[in-house]
Nanobody, 126 residues
Framework: QLEIVESGGGLVQPGGSLRLSCASSGFASETYAVGWFRHVPGKGREAVSTINRSGSKTAYADSVKGRFTISRDYAKSTVFLEMNSLKVEDTGVYYC???????????????????WGEGIQVTVSS
């Protein structure tokens, strides 16, 4: 079992920024692909962004392209999601997940995820 811990969520005004962190001892090496997902009330779960095991490939939902950036730091055993120009519709519970197989198509991202964090709330509101 892989333990995953998300942090960095909170309340931010529209146009603001947040950086989410996803930490796990398993992220110290190129063992897992990692993804960020969000659950929005009334819309269900959406894949937001993914990064492959080596960090050489990333994918983004159309709704966040150009605003969100995923990255990973092996020394810190952490994957980050930098969120800029936040919109009210970005509000939701964000989950970090990991798996050994990377699916490059964002719509298929959940197929490769085996381990999930508990989620963290992000609220964008004035």
């Amino acid at each position: 079992q892989l333990e995953i811990v998300e942090s960095g969520g909170g309340l931010v005004q529209p146009g603001g920024s947040l950086r989410l962190s996803c930490a796990s001892s398993g992220f110290a090496s190129e063992t897992y692909a990692v993804g960020w997902f969000r659950h929005v009330p009334g819309k269900g779960r959406e894949a937001v962004s993914t990064i492959n095991r080596s960090g050489s490939k990333t994918a983004y939902a159309d709704s966040v392209k150009g605003r969100f950036t995923i990255s990973r730091d092996y020394a810190k055993s952490t994957v980050f999601l930098e969120m800029n120009s936040l919109k009210v519709e970005d509000t939701g519970v964000y989950y970090c997940a990991a798996g050994s197989i990377y699916y490059p198509v964002i719509a298929e991202a959940t197929l490769g995820m085996e381990y999930w964090g508990e989620g963290i709330q992000v609220t964008v509101s004035s």
